[in-house]
């Protein structure tokens, strides 16, 4: 399948047939079969379908945690298959951001420490002062300035995704990659959350998230479904929905309920 294409674009991801099989004990799974696409630099993703479908493998193979079993996977233009593990390493924190369902924060620890943690492992090493200045304008960036010395228990979930994405952009990545980073929070706060993403992406952070909901969807430029380890549509969102107007519409409701 040709993906559709934004001409004026770099292409940040490239996928040539690429595919992942498990083998466990004697049962092969191919979780994701010869997938090809290309993703633009500027692009907002949204990856759809059911449950055992091949998004998380997609994902962690983008995010080259997973190297695929065969085909070709260009990040910037660079093989992904030719760098060892130090190399691979190195190329997450330099260019990806992570956002996942769970959080996945460090409980003991501050808001401030969880963002300034990727830093730590960046290479050239971040001075302790610039750590902690880049860590306290991602978090006041994801609306938290005021919460820096709170651990992740004394924290609502939204806000705990929130410095999730505060960790994820602390080391200015140029790709995004999030799963089901909605899944554990409400209406409102997803809602909040979009919001948040739109931001980043309108500048120029590119955004591959996997979701259920088919409302958190609406809000991204490009919408792909898998089904059984393949891509079976992919394409614009011509309905792009704006999380500020969402949240204005869900204001007024809210309004409506109280005066009745
Ligand atoms: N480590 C593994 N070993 C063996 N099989 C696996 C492994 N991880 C995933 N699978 C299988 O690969 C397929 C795709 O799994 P994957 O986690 O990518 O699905 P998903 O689309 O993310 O599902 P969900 O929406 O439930 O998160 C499933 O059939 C799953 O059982
Ligand atoms: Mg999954």
Redesign the pocket.
């Known amino acids: 399948m040709s993906a559709p294409s934004q001409p004026a674009a770099s292409p940040v991801i490239q996928l040539r047939n690429l595919a992942r099989t498990?083998?466990?004990g004697e049962v092969e799974?191919k979780?994701?079969r010869n997938v090809t696409l290309d993703i633009f630099r500027g692009d907002f993703v949204a990856i759809m379908?059911?449950?055992?479908?091949?998004?998380?493998?997609?994902?962690?193979t983008l995010g080259c945690l997973d190297q695929p079993t065969s085909g070709e996977y260009l990040l910037d233009g660079v093989g992904v298959a030719g760098l060892n593990r130090k190399q691979l390493a190195k190329l997450r924190n330099r260019k990806l951001g992570f956002v996942f369902q769970s959080f996945n924060l460090l409980a003991r620890t501050s808001a401030l420490e969880n963002v300034e943690l990727p830093m730590l492992y960046a290479l050239p090493m971040v001075p302790r002062r610039e750590r902690r200045q880049r860590a306290i304008a991602a978090l006041e960036k994801v609306g938290l300035g005021d919460r820096l010395g709170h651990h992740p228990s004394q924290l609502s979930g939204g806000q705990q995704q929130r410095i999730a994405i505060a960790r994820a952009l602390v080391n200015q990545p140029e790709l995004v990659l999030a799963?089901?980073p909605t899944g554990n929070l409400d209406t409102r706060t997803s809602i909040e959350l979009m919001g948040l993403f739109q931001e980043l992406n309108d500048s120029g952070i590119t955004i591959v998230m996997?979701t259920?909901e088919l409302d958190i969807a609406a809000y991204c430029k490009r919408m792909m479904v898998?089904r059984d380890?393949v891509v079976i549509s992919d394409s614009r969102n011509p309905t792009r929905r704006l999380a500020a107007e969402a949240r204005s519409s869900l204001d007024l409701a809210e309004q409506d309920v109280n005066l009745t």
């Open positions: 498990y083998q466990s799974v979780a994701v379908g059911a449950s055992g479908s091949g998004k998380s493998t997609l994902m962690n799963d089901e996997v259920h898998m380890g």
